[in-house]
């Protein structure tokens, strides 16, 4: 099993908060993790930390082998992160966004990846529109297909179902259901548990610091999943 992505006693405080306690986390090539857990339980600091875009207070993060400390061009080219801030410009249309980001990863035959990527996210059709006219479910797509230019083997996504109709939703399900195809290796922070249950190999909740549970998906039992959530988690908060 070749093992992309290590935590191991991975600790982060901001002066007195104590925001990750602990965390063992090792994830195999190939497998999509979806993270559950309540505000503050401290997963986007996690994926900072695993994006090396914050540094653990202690112990290691390796991706590949390599501790991320370490980090070299090549890490950094591996890993796509899917967040709030799309890092689109609005005047541009997908296609000159996409070619910016290109050129800056240096990606070989740019049109044809720009023309691949475009595909993959369903917006062919509006690829010569200024991003300004899309809806928020079209802007979370170009911010998908941006990520994915440089065909990064590691990709990460905080809550990207935030603010999606159902039918951007099913969109973006289906998208992430063609991202996991091959070898990527995907953690996904969501609050929708419907929609992480239904796409991940691996889940996991993450509760004041801590991975309290962390299961492969043909062991979880999806029918009483909520209700295991919530006892683990407490109702208060929500
Ligand atoms: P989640 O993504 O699960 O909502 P976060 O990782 O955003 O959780 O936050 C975990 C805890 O760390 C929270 O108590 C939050 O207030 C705190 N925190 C996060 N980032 C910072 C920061 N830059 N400075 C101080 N405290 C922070």
Redesign the pocket.
């Known amino acids: 099993m070749n093992i992309v992505i290590e935590c191991e006693k991975v600790s ?1 405080s ?2 007195n ?1 104590s ?2 306690r602990d965390i063992n986390l090792r994830l195999a090539q190939g497998s999509f993790l979806a993270v559950f ?10 994926l ?1 930390i695993l994006s090396n875009l ?1 540094r653990p207070t202690s112990g290691t993060v390796k991706i590949n082998g390599v501790p991320i400390s370490d980090e070299t061009n090549e890490i950094r080219r591996s890993i796509g992160v899917v967040s709030h801030n799309t890092f689109l410009y609005n005047n541009l249309t997908p296609y000159e966004n996409l070619e910016f980001y290109g050129k800056m990863y240096n990606v070989p035959d740019l049109k044809k990846r720009i023309g691949e990527v475009i595909d993959e996210v369903g917006l062919t059709a509006r690829m010569n529109d200024p991003v300004r006219t899309f809806s928020r479910g079209m802007m979370q797509r170009l911010s998908i297909a941006r990520v994915l230019m440089p065909d990064p083997s590691i990709i990460y996504l ?1 809550e990207p179902y935030t603010g999606l109709d159902q039918h951007a939703a099913i969109k973006l399900r289906d998208i992430l259901r063609n991202l996991k195809k091959g070898d990527r290796t995907i953690i996904m ?1 969501t609050h929708n548990i419907e929609r992480g249950l239904e796409v991940c190999t691996h889940v996991a909740i ?1 509760a004041m ?1 801590r991975i309290v549970y962390m299961e492969e998906i043909e062991k979880v039992d999806r029918d009483n999943f909520e209700t295991k959530y919530f006892d683990m988690v407490g109702k208060g908060h929500y």
């Open positions: 982060k901001y002066e908060i925001a990750l857990g309540p505000n503050g339980a401290g997963k986007t600091t996690l900072k914050v905080d922070i993450q610091g």
